[in-house]
């Protein structure tokens, strides 16, 4: 199998403005003062044998894009060396170079032509891409009375109809209704099945494991993993759940303060990915530097669609400070973890009785994934016992 | 370009370097893109409008009226069948300023193309360079009318002036172009004084008045005659030969509207100003070549 796609060990340098200087003016009075460069990608190779499909996650700012972008020949490297075998078609470019002014069939013969199609080529698939599209009754509308769905459909289908060797795409299954993306799902399996080279960036770890044939994780431009793409996901969710601690949303008047904050696992030791049906524990260290009458600690737990699951507080529980003053330890042991897999916010707060006062409340600030062992579907984990006998 | 053979393409770090001919190959191979991007150009400029095209053919006749009142009127030119003579200067000029103009913005006002899908840069200032062209051709047609009208043609050698003057603005132009696109993507000032500098141009290049004056000058400047500095406007030159291919009439000795030099020498002229436009296109071409890599990362 011959490679379809050499990176040979390319690096990336973008030179960050505080401000682009765009005028001479500024060009001239701020002379490079202002710019600091920084590596998008280093040392970053990889090779993509032909008629296979190589998935690219990593967090925002990891330099997936910027890695496809250098692929496609639109930016150059730094360093290192790419080598291409056969026309490279980008999704990166949905509907770019799509004229408002121009009718949807004006455009798809420009669009087709920027990505290489010739007129000829272009007058034999006309019907598919417009049926692909589900445009017929459009198709000679200028496209600026288009919704952005029949734009960006048109795009995708001009894109696809390029019979291209390489496919590239970037974060494009995100758009369209469900019915769409399943088409678009298909086509992407149908190029697949034609042994075509697919790279594919994208943010939904469960397509990588479903698409992907090798998977390669980013972080700060460089390499983590590559290899199988299940064992890329976990790790690019280890990695995802380690870098959330950072963020965070702090308010409140901290009459009450959460000092520090911890999730730890069965064994004791600080995770932050669990299994269903481990014991889980939120430990929150408070202070209070003068006394406080009658606060409830709370915590409560979100799914990734941010739906509250799961939340209760001390008053509930039974635990009272009629006056609350100096450090505690406040720990919520979470006997059965119930939850399938996926990752978990949790919120954690201190407030009055009434809820009317808020002393310190982080929202959504720690993250916990729970990485399924088994294959049981559905929204919850029940832990069953299987009793068969013979009658 | 339907088969192309499992070619390989490297990309290194190295800024690409020009070879010619292997580009033009490549520039061929993109033709249809160039013209839908031409057609593009020009009928999104006239898209929603009732008079569309008319409107470049309305732009000569305004300059028309305007400096035949100024001329003919108030300053007494003195130029019989002004109209022919005007539009056949403005012809070279417009084309000049019009492909400029929109050259510097190409690049930039892509932005979305360049920054997501690859393709030969050059295409961008061609594709403006070419809708400048569509514009020429209807202007040409405004001056058939008025040649014809007042039937001021004069046929002769002089005609094959015009061929040589053609190579000499296109590559001129295109020269200025590639350099006002790649420049304007990292300085936006440059469509400004791009304008600026037009404006002077244009005064600087004798298209509404009579360029025969120019000619018979005895100022100097620095030790130079005025003929001569205009000798080294690129601009001027081609300008001499449209005049003297389309209007052709050199008039008096002693006052004459056209420069009274022979075919032949103007023929010589401009051939060297052909060859010195097209070693600028090459380097201006190198060079644009060279920025056109990190164009996507300056929009």
């Known amino acids: ?391 | 370009m339907a088969e192309i053979p499992a070619d390989l393409t490297v990309r290194t770090s190295e800024p690409p370097k020009l070879r010619v001919l292997p580009r033009l190959r490549e520039l061929w191979a993109d033709r249809q893109l160039l013209g839908n991007l031409v057609r593009k150009e020009v009928s999104v400029k006239y898209k929603s409008s009732v008079l569309g095209v008319a409107w470049s053919m309305l732009n000569p006749i305004m300059y028309l009226l305007i400096f035949s009142l100024v001329f003919a009127v108030v300053l007494k030119g003195g130029i019989p069948n002004y109209s022919v003579y005007l539009l056949s200067g403005l012809l070279a000029w417009n084309f000049f300023s019009t492909a400029l103009t929109m050259d510097a913005r190409s690049v930039v006002e892509n932005a979305n193309l360049v920054t997501k899908v690859y393709f030969p840069r050059e295409i961008l200032p061609l594709a403006s360079t070419g809708a400048a062209g569509v514009d020429f051709l209807l202007q040409a047609i405004v001056l058939a009318v008025f040649m014809a009208a007042y039937r001021h043609v004069h046929v002769g050698l002089n005609l094959l002036l015009l061929p040589i003057s053609l190579v000499a603005l296109a590559a001129f132009t295109m020269a200025v172009g590639l350099v006002v696109a790649s420049l304007n993507v990292r300085y936006r000032d440059t469509q400004h004084l791009l304008n600026l500098l037009l404006l002077v141009w244009f005064w600087s290049t004798p298209v509404v008045y009579a360029s025969g004056r120019v000619f018979v000058s005895h100022k100097s400047i620095l030790g130079v005659s005025v003929f001569h500095l205009f000798l080294a406007n690129p601009l001027a030159d081609v300008v001499f030969g449209f005049q003297r291919a389309l209007y052709g009439d050199v008039g008096p000795a002693s006052s004459p509207i056209l420069p009274a030099v022979s075919v032949g020498w103007l023929a010589v002229l401009l051939g060297v100003v052909a060859l010195v436009s097209l070693a600028l296109l090459w380097l201006a071409w190198r060079w644009f070549f060279r920025l056109s890599g990190d164009f996507a990362e300056d929009l």
């Open chain 1, 1 to 391: 199998m011959a490679g379809a796609i050499a990176v040979e060990g390319i690096g990336k340098h973008f030179r960050r403005y505080r401000e682009r200087p765009s005028t001479l003016k500024e060009r001239m009075f701020l002379w490079r003062s202002n710019a600091e460069d920084f590596w998008a990608l280093r040392d970053v190779s990889v090779e993509v044998p032909e008629g296979t499909t190589l998935g690219l996650i990593g967090p925002n700012g990891s330099g997936k894009t910027t890695l496809l972008k250098c692929i496609a020949g639109i930016l150059r490297p730094n360093e290192g060396s790419i080598t291409t075998r056969g026309r490279i078609a980008s999704l990166l470019a949905l509907g770019a170079g799509f004229h408002p002014e121009l009718t949807g069939r004006e455009n798809v013969y420009l669009n087709a032509s920027i990505l290489g199609l010739s007129r000829q080529e272009t007058d034999r698939r006309f019907d598919d891409i417009v049926g692909f599209a589900e445009l017929p009754d459009f198709i000679d509308t200028q496209v600026k009375f288009y919704s952005s769905g029949m734009y960006v459909r048109l795009g995708f289908a001009v894109a696809v109809h390029v019979d291209p060797a390489i496919l590239l795409i970037d974060e494009v299954l995100a758009v369209g209704d469900i019915a769409f993306q399943f088409k678009c799902l298909d086509k992407i399996a149908e190029f697949q099945r034609e042994g075509r080279t697919i790279v594919f960036v994208t943010h939904a770890p469960d397509l990588v494991a479903r698409l992907c044939d090798d998977t390669l994780l980013l972080n700060h431009g460089q390499v983590v993993a590559r290899g199988e793409p299940r064992a890329v996901v976990r790790d690019f969710r280890l990695l995802m759940a380690r870098e959330d601690l950072a963020y965070g949303w702090d308010q409140g008047s901290r009459e009450v303060e959460i000092v520090s904050a911890e999730l730890f696992g069965p064994d004791g030791g600080a995770v932050a990915v669990f299994s269903p049906g481990d014991v889980v524990t939120i430990q929150l260290d408070l202070r209070a530097p003068a006394p406080v009458e009658d606060p409830v600690v709370s915590f409560a737990i979100y799914d990734e669609q941010n739906q509250f699951v799961f939340g209760t507080n001390t008053d509930w529980q039974g635990v009272r400070w009629p006056r609350f003053e100096g450090k505690h330890r406040v720990q919520f042991v979470l006997r059965h973890l119930p939850f399938v897999g996926g990752r978990y916010y949790v919120t954690l707060g201190v407030h009055s009785r009434d809820s009317r006062h808020v002393y310190h409340l982080q929202e959504q600030r720690y993250v916990f994934d729970v990485v399924k062992g088994d294959e049981n579907p559905g929204l919850v984990h029940i832990p069953v016992e299987v009793r068969a006998e013979r009658l």
